[in-house]
Nanobody, 123 residues
């Protein structure tokens, strides 16, 4: 599967963005999918993920209640709706796929990666 992330940009604090991760080559529902982010000088951080098997969604503690992951099978795309953005959310966001029933918060658990999309949160 090939993954293409998009939707990043510049947004003011408190604003919203929606990131997309479009899959090609295979159906996105065949994979557990995750979103990760990496800010300069920091390690890659788990943001959100959805299980292939039961559709259960999990979130990193820093984004709970503000970000929403959802999958649109008709569009073969996984979305990350980001609300109430903060300066500390600024990072390169990447989507990843894992051929496993369950997702994982560890980036090492994913075989497929899209290129990152940059999110900047600044006034």
């Amino acid at each position: 599967v090939q993954l293409q992330a998009s939707g990043g940009g510049l947004v003011q604090p408190g604003g919203s963005l929606r990131l997309s991760c479009a899959a090609s080559g295979r159906t996105v529902s065949m994979y557990s999918m995750g979103w990760f982010r990496q800010a300069p000088g920091k390690e890659r951080e788990f943001v959100a993920a959805i299980n292939r098997g039961d559709g259960r969604i999990s979130y990193g503690d820093s984004v709970k209640g503000r970000f929403t992951l959802y999958r649109d099978n008709a569009k073969n795309t996984v979305f990350l709706q980001m609300n109430s953005l903060r300066p500390e959310d600024a990072a390169v966001y990447s989507c990843a796929g894992r051929n496993h029933y369950s997702s994982s918060p560890a980036p090492q658990g994913y075989e497929y990666w899209g290129q990152g999309t940059l999110v900047t949160v600044s006034s």
